[in-house]
């Protein structure tokens, strides 16, 4: 009996860590595993690992944050249906002595073309029971972090949410790489950026990559809806946003980044606006254009560096 015990709890603390086949992300737990993460820090890696998901073609390593576990090598021309898998297991000697999980299950299916083209759709649902704090966190905000809507409305029931996402990629030329779709972006480094962070729902967006010798610059201008209270896609309050970010690879360990940012509603009381097109200019400074506008829109300037030793 104590040798069964033993295997029993063996294969639960196994199964807390973490069981996976090639994980969709969610906002309880960050999705980019170790290994892949041990290879981003690597000196011979020279690729610009602050911005994530990379662009196709231009870059090796980590196309997809929803599929981190899978990197770019030989590129061809191929079609992939991959299933998406995870799942954690705790106990909480809390609230009666419960036991505590987030799983989540779907597909992805990714297209890819030599280095030109690619595609990739995703669908995944997701499920979580954990500490009394976050349901609670779930059931006052409607949401799940890190996925989307609150479907149920049940006192006590577990949340779950469902996740869409997908794009479509071109490499244009040597140095220029454009991508449309619904998806999110991690932009900093660290287990949860200050810039820009996957902790969210998918979102429609449209993204410039630009690449030459050590440096790489980022275009990416989205739409982002606020679905807090569990308000229907039509009626929920909207912003948008445009981002660029500047990174040079000084040396092989060290990095230098500046970026900027502007943010904007789709009305207020005085005016309804859509995609501002003074900032689509991808190399204007965005703080002279909103103040030119004598709008309210908030503006964010930053820089960064990381140094792997």
């Known amino acids: ?101 987030a799983g989540s299950a779907g597909a992805v299916a990714r297209w890819t073309k030599a280095d030109k083209l690619e595609a990739m759709l995703g669908g995944s649902f997701h499920m979580y029971n954990g500490p009394e704090y976050m349901l609670s966190l779930a059931d006052s905000l409607r949401i799940v972090p890190g996925t989307g809507r609150l479907y149920n409305s049940a006192e006590r029931s577990l949340p779950y949410a469902t996740m869409l996402h997908g794009h479509v990629g071109y490499r244009a030329g040597k140095y220029f790489h454009f991508q449309l779709g619904n998806g999110k972006h991690f932009w900093g480094d660290g287990y949860r950026s200050l810039i820009l962070s996957d902790n969210t729902a998918p ?42 970010s500047l990174s040079w690879n000084a040396t092989k360990w060290l990095n230098f980044s500046a970026f900027e940012m502007v943010v904007w509603q789709d009305r207020d009381t005085l005016s309804q606006r859509a995609l501002d097109l003074n900032y689509l200019n991808p190399v204007i400074f965005y703080r002279p254009v909103e103040f030119a506008q004598g709008s309210a829109d908030n503006v964010l300037l930053g820089g960064g560096f990381r140094a792997k030793v």
Not at 33 to 54: F, N, T
Not at 78 to 88: A, E, K, Q
């Open 203 to 244: 979102y429609p967006y449209l993204r410039v990559t630009t690449k030459f010798w050590h440096i790489k610059y980022t275009n990416l201008w989205g739409m982002l809806s606020d679905i807090t209270g569990g308000q229907l896609f039509g009626d929920a309050r909207r912003k948008f946003v445009a981002l660029h």
């Open 1 to 101: 009996m104590q040798s069964v015990l033993r295997i029993f709890m063996t294969m639960s603390v196994l199964w807390a860590a973490c069981a996976c086949a090639q994980l969709p992300l969610n906002g309880w737990t960050r999705a980019l595993p170790d290994s892949v993460q041990a290879r981003l820090m690597k000196w011979s890696y020279e690729d610009h690992s602050g911005i994530q998901p990379m662009a196709y073609g231009l870059e090796t390593e980590m196309a997809t944050l929803i599929d981190s576990s899978a990197s770019v090598g030989k590129y061809r021309n191929d079609l992939n249906i991959n299933p998406l898998f995870s799942g954690t297991l705790g106990f909480s000697s809390f609230d009666g002595g419960n036991f505590l999980f």
